[in-house]
């Protein structure tokens, strides 16, 4: 079974500043997906980024970029130009490449982003 | 694109009675739609996968027939909970698969809360 592990249960980061939210990962699998998933007090779910592990290339979508290190098996999640709007639980997620995606997400327990005015 | 919507967003119950929660995708047809369950301050546990036009499959240590799934459209997926109690107090979520990459989009969460 696959792990995922967020060891900061909390961050915080003075706005416009730069942060780096940590993930690592548990698998015997080669072909598989990672995402960043924001919660903010509406519970609503969002999708920040995703990295299809077969692909070297990090992901960047406008401030967030990752750090995607498949042979430490790491997953960190860098928020550049902190926004107040930024603040929120911030879970890291895994899924496997088979099956058609067909398969649950495996989630970490979720870091707490705190932006400080 | 890649709406998901549930209903109802909260939701009261008496102990030993049935709730519907639904969870329907907007503007795409989801084959596969899952069911997860999140308690305060927790993580996000998968419950369930829900396929259209056959049985939902249940993660180890959820009672299936506690947990009524049935995904009778492109759209719907429905989660019953029967027979409440309040340790089933939580908030349900439920996601839908879209595009290329199979990517879960997420609704919007059901808190339930049984008295």
């Known amino acids: 079974a696959q792990t995922v592990t967020q060891s900061q249960p909390e961050m915080s980061v003075q706005e416009a500043e730069t942060v780096t939210l940590s993930c690592t990962y548990d698998?015997?699998?080669?072909?598989?997906?990672l995402f960043w998933y924001k919660q903010p007090p509406s519970r609503q779910m969002i999708l920040v980024i995703r990295?299809?592990?077969?692909?070297?290339q990090n992901a960047t979508e406008n401030r967030f970029s990752v750090n995607f290190q498949k042979a430490a098996k790491s997953f960190s999640l860098k928020i550049s130009d902190s926004q107040l709007g930024d603040a929120a639980m911030y879970f890291c997620?895994?899924?496997?490449?088979?099956?058609?995606?067909?398969?649950?997400?495996?989630f970490g327990k979720g870091t707490h982003l705190i932006i400080q005015p | 694109g890649a709406v998901v919507s549930q209903h109802p967003s909260w939701v009261i119950c008496k102990s030993g009675t049935s709730v519907k929660i639904e969870c329907r995708s907007l503007d795409f047809q989801a084959t596969t739609m899952f069911w997860y369950r999140q308690f305060p301050k927790q993580s996000l546990m998968l419950m369930a996968t829900?396929?259209?036009?056959?049985?939902?499959?249940?993660e180890q240590g959820v009672e299936k027939d506690k947990f009524l799934i049935n995904h009778a459209s492109l759209t719907l997926s429905t989660l019953t909970v029967t027979s409440a109690h309040p340790e089933d107090s939580s908030f349900y979520i439920c996601?839908?698969?879209?595009?290329?990459?199979?990517?879960?989009?997420f609704g919007p969460g059901t808190r339930l809360t049984v008295l």
């Open positions: 996601s839908a698969l879209f595009g290329i990459v199979y990517t879960q989009y």
């Open positions: 698998t015997s699998e080669s072909d598989y997906y």
């Open positions: 997620a895994y899924r496997s490449a088979g099956r058609g995606g067909a398969d649950g997400l495996t």
């Open positions: 990295q299809e592990a077969y692909k070297q």
């Open positions: 829900s396929n259209e036009g056959s049985k939902a499959t249940y």
